[in-house]
């Protein structure tokens, strides 16, 4: 069994940054991806970005240019740097990790979600 733990978020400015760190402990399940969804208010949970233990990076359109996804393979953490923030981006956040991009979201595991909202 895997854990994900969530950190980072809060209220923020548009135009400003966030950090998000999502930290896994355990073991027994694949964490080869990490990555992070999202969901606004009447809104489907979508995927904001993920990684591969080896670096491969896979990013939603809408946030690309503007966050980055890393890891730290030796501290089981991924991080979701995310910079010139719209309102638009309001949402929970939620980390997620699993064998691979495509099914992180039906078999991995998950985080409690973190809000993250951007507003003057």
């Known amino acids: 069994q895997v854990q994900l733990v969530e950190s980072g978020g809060g209220l923020v400015q548009p135009g400003g940054s966030l950090r998000l760190s999502c930290a896994a402990s355990g073991s027994g399940f694949s964490i080869n991806a990490m990555g992070w969804y999202r969901q606004a208010p009447g809104k489907e949970r979508e995927l904001v970005a993920a990684?591969?233990?080896?670096?491969?990076?896979t990013y939603a359109d809408s946030v690309k240019g503007r966050f980055t996804i890393s890891r730290d393979n030796a501290k089981n953490t991924v991080y979701l740097q995310m910079n010139t923030l719209i309102p638009e981006d309001t949402a929970v956040y939620y980390c997620?990790?699993?064998?691979?991009?495509?099914?992180?979201?039906?078999?991995?595991?998950w985080g409690q979600g973190i809000q993250v909202t951007v507003s003057s």
């Open positions: 997620t990790a699993g064998p691979s991009f495509t099914t992180m979201r039906s078999v991995g595991s």
């Open positions: 990684i591969t233990r080896i670096g491969i990076t």
